[in-house]
């Protein structure tokens, strides 16, 4: 494993930390923590495309879900439009 050192500097009220191009993380979203010796740990939290997708989908019940094919068996009305 290689190492590497970097810059620690003040972002607004937060403190960040430079992450050189050899290191860069393939995700927008970390958990941190500091082990016994007092070192912190980054790892990165895998990007689950179409999760929360999913999820939100299981909130419909089955009403909403016939409401949507109800809704879909209905044609719309012929919008009347100036010629172009």
Do not use: C, H, Y
Not at 37 to 53: N, Y
Request: no cysteine; net charge neutral; glycine share 4%.
């Amino acid at each position: 494993m290689s190492e590497q050192t970097t810059r620690v500097f003040n972002n607004g009220n937060s403190q960040a930390v430079r992450i050189p191009a050899e290191f860069r993380l393939s995700t927008d979203r970390v958990i941190i923590s500091r082990n016994k010796r007092g070192e912190l740990i980054l790892r990165p939290i895998t990007v689950r495309r179409g999760t929360a997708l999913l999820k939100a989908l299981e909130q419909f019940d089955d009403d909403f879900i016939e409401a949507l094919q109800d809704d879909r068996a209905t044609p719309l009305p012929i919008q009347d439009r100036e010629p172009l």
